[in-house]
């Protein structure tokens, strides 16, 4: 099992490496270097070349890769070509803000949506399964700035309760901004919910026709044990996998979500680097983005083996 | 034993059971009537879509979803079951009745230590944590799993076939239940573990004295555990008697016909069997004594990681030879097999196809028409000519053909590949080769889902053939078929054999069918050939004290002693080493070689330990 897990941790960590290689070879591969992005399309080449100088950038590429990474796992990404300021300070306040919205919503749509998806599977084609199913497919067909944007319509318009847009700095305190969290963290979780929901009623439906449930329910138990003692650890199993590759989602989704909100976490740093060709910036988040996928899926294999015990007890299988 | 009481314990009377399929019912057990006194077993046969389990299903008052009784009660020690609120219902699971399923390894919950689980049907019973420990540990210690302490602790995948059947046993018997209803409860199993758990079923119900239901196709179990029998078909019984009578004089002519389908380890072939249930043997074809080797296997040894799986092999097979590969699951038959059959390369050792070609034009290994061919290599790297040459035909042919394809898509992939047929004949022969297996070529249109098992076992058969092979991997094809339909395929594969010439490796646990069909046997135990020869010379003996123990271990469709005793020939592994086997000469000096005694004719028995459970080394 150790051995199994630190297999695990290392093909993490190669992986982590793997994706920022890619990144930054591929801001590399984009025409024109730092330099000429500072200094602007009029810049004379003499003033080009001593930045370049002055920056490094005459240096091979694998040198400079090395000295960014090195930096990189010391959490030094570098200065952003806007401010000047370190990218890292910025990154971490916004990456926290966003980290409010995500692990709010990780724990709004998991657990929902594991609770509604048993339900539909245990009330397969009766009334609650076809209520389940069709919300799951509405929240499923809407995107998520659509479903955004008709929540600042009722929350904030037609019933001012919520904020419908942030005037915080990235730099302000979590509890002003715990209003704030509240829309994008439904909008989100609306989506994320309807894909795990779909999930979890497959898996619930399948393992409750499966014998070994069968004859725990022959056994005479009761419903509730029989779910949650015999059904929901093997239901759970491929339900794992959706979570995580929705939470890497997130990454993606809180994008457009922040921007609808103009709330100040990575989302909105990303689109502002973007506009800025701020290539440093740009790095950094593809990177910690690349670590919390590969971070994730970690979680998830964990999560399996916590549920199978064929994971946990190695080779002594009966065949 | 308290079989005074009045009445019958269970009652089944006028059951009916459908469900709804595209809108129509379809029934799958009509007027179905039965009983069983306190203290007897009584079993319920019949064929696959018989209704036997949707019987068993509602004696526990469970259907499967979307079936619903149409008519008719189920009464369990006065109780109606069927009627029964889902709180009545949990009380009767727990207090009246419990069932051992057919398959344990899926029956139990893998996520769940097997203590816990045997524990979990303790629980209405308001015991203490420790009281409840206690009563797992003696239940653990009664189905005679050993060390209790530790096995409780363990996960069902930590588990053999048999123990885990062991484990669902205690499970239904932790209820204390007055009737016990068994699914097909050794279907999964080899034969020796049957045989073993089938004794102690028999041995539990009469210590604590339940009235047993058993449900099966296997008329050799029924015969050994049942002292009343029900055969049922297309969801109606057809018969129901004593099983003495039953299996002595049957008066339907189904039971008759399913009584003769089912294979006779005397027979010397295999068994033909009428409309009107009277059976006949087939000569047996013997291979002629100059029929060329094709295939030559020279100390074949394959690894699984550290575990060897197939230790040294050494075999050969004719022209037109039936080799037949038994032992225990576990004995290494079927990684032989499929070794052979290239989809898994040998750890060390030779395997040959050999060519028949007397022309000398071939060079050897380069896979030429009738040219020689390495086979210790997988399929992929055989040169196609070679490749073709070893056909496998799997167990499940439900599992192993595409379906979403039609059928004859399966066996036009294999001409195409070979490049045995023009693409504008390929369709033809496909149809041919489909009639060939005794299909009706409308058939191949259809989708593997859309034919009954042996119609697609058939399929299995022919795809095989496809490749025009000259030895066909057959594992355990007809294991999942029912009788009727296993003896047709069984004839069908001898057909084949002398048309065409071919060589089979046929691997089976049912000795029965083996003695039918074989020319040769090979009896394996721990990847070690323990025994050899000819069909006869195995089956008369004198043996290997394994071979004796897997002879002794098969169930005769015929009751043992009156009344469908509980004294069976499989009871008692005694003799094992006695017998005929004493009669070999074991006297080292004497024979030149140390390994193997040869007892002439090609039947050859590796030494073994005094104790009779090992190689001598």
Redesign the interface.
Known sequence: MIVYISRRLLSAVVTVLLASVIVFAAVQLLPGDVATQVLGQDATPDAVAALREQMGLNRPAVLRFLDWITGAVRGDFGVSLVSGEPVSATLWLHLRNTMLIAVATIAVAVTSSIVLGVVAGLYRDRWPDTVVSTLTLIGMSVPEFVVATLLVLALSITVPVLPAVVLDEASAPVADLLPAVVLPTIALSVVMTAYIVRMTRTSVIDVMESEFVTTARLKGLGTGRVVVRHALPSALLPTLNVIAMNVAWLVGGVAVVENVFNYPGVGRMLLEAVHNRDLPVLQAIAVVSAAVYVLCNLAADLGAMALNPRLRTGERSAR | MSGTESGPLVRVEGLSVAYRSGGADVTVAREVSFEAAAGETVAVVGESGSGKSTVAGAL?G?LR?GSRVTGGRVLVDGKDVLSLDRRG???????DI??V???A????????RVGAQIG??L??QGLTRAQRRERVRSLVEKVGLPDPGRIVRR???????GQ?QRV?IA?ALA?RPKVLVLDEPTTALDVVTQARILDLVAGLGEEFGLTSVLVSHDLGVVARMAGRVVVMREGEVVEAAGAAELFDAPRHPYTRRLLASVPRIGDRGLAEVAEDGTRTVRERVPVPDDAPEVVSLRDVTIDY?AHRAVDGVSLGLRRGEVLALVGE??SGKSTLAWSLAGLRAPSSGTMRLLGTDTGGGDRPGDGNQDGDGDLAVRARLRPPGVRRRVQLVFQNADTSLNPRRIVREAVRRPLRFFGLAERSRADDRARELIADVALDPALSDRLPGQLSGGQRQRVGIARALAGDPRVVVADEVTTALDVSVQAAVLALLDDLRTERDLAFVFISHDLAVVRGIADRVAVMRDGLVVEEGPVEAVFSGPNHPYTRRLLDAVLEPRPVGAGGGTTAQASEPAGETAGDTAALPRDLAEVPDPEWIDLGGGHRIRRWDADGTGPRS
């Open positions: 526990l469970h979803h219902l949990r009380e009767l699971r727990t207090r419990a069932m399923g057919q398959n390894g899926h029956a139990l919950t893998p996520s769940m979990e049907s629980l209405s996960y069902p995948h930590q588990l053999s076939g885990q669902a499970m209820a990681g699951s576990g």
